[in-house]
């Protein structure tokens, strides 16, 4: 497949386990948040957004939660499983401005 | 299947040797973008077209051209490609210019590899 990064920040969980990923957004006027997964191969998918007005937001064994204070976000997958090994993106948006993405952290799931 | 299609998915080429990279969304989507993506360097849009006829640039427009005839197309156009240019290209689209939302739908990618 083909490769995405090189140096990616790599975070190795065990199936079953929760995972949290994290991402430092640069523009505090960014009022809209997306995290997105790419697996091996494949074009970036959509997992789940938040707005800059909500602090959570729950999907289906996703939870995004967004800290304006510190400029962070974070997706928390609940009960990893192999099919969750991917890179995961962030991405930041401000008003109608264009998506600006983070770097990526690569996900994998040892059994 | 609604799905954003692009070709080819993998291309070695010379310096020099022009070569196109075709998108087509089958979503009738407005919007339509191209990024590069590059270890260590992200996603980096190169050029996007809020809808037909209505092109511009991105971060990283220098060397590529675009162009919007039709809503379903937004071909990638690399006149003089030289090594620099070497990277993974994504063609994406989303419903609504100017929408709050942000969900683009990627295509598979095309490898590109100028010698």
């Known amino acids: 497949g083909e490769s995405v990064g090189l140096h990616l920040p790599t975070l190795s969980v065990q199936e079953g386990d929760n995972s949290i990923i994290n991402c430092a957004y640069s523009n505090s006027a960014s009022d809209y948040f997306i995290w997105y997964k790419q697996e091996s191969g494949k074009g970036p998918q959509f997992i789940i957004d938040i707005r800059s007005n909500m602090d959570k937001r729950q999907g289906q064994r996703v939870t995004v939660l967004l800290n304006k204070t510190v400029k962070h976000l974070s997706l928390q997958i609940a009960a990893t499983q192999p099919g969750d090994s991917a890179v995961y993106f962030c991405?930041?948006?401000?008003?109608?401005?264009?998506?600006?993405f983070g770097t990526g952290t690569r996900l994998q799931v040892f059994p | 299947e609604a799905q954003v299609t692009q070709n080819p998915r993998y291309l070695i080429t010379v310096t020099g040797k022009k070569l196109t990279v075709t998108c087509s969304q089958n979503m009738n989507h407005e919007y339509m973008s191209w990024y590069r993506q590059d270890p260590g360097l992200g996603l980096r849009q190169i050029y996007y077209s809020m809808n037909v006829e209505v092109t511009d640039k991105g971060d990283v427009p220098e060397g590529y051209k675009v162009s919007r005839k039709e809503k379903r197309n937004f071909p990638l156009i690399l006149e003089s490609p030289s090594p620099n240019q070497t990277s993974l290209y994504f063609c994406?689209?989303?419903?609504?210019?100017?929408?709050?939302?942000?969900?683009?739908?990627f295509g598979e990618g095309s490898r590109l590899t100028v010698l």
């Open positions: 991405a930041e948006k401000s008003g109608t401005d264009k998506l600006i």
């Open positions: 994406a689209s989303t419903p609504t210019s100017g929408s709050h939302t942000g969900e683009l739908f």
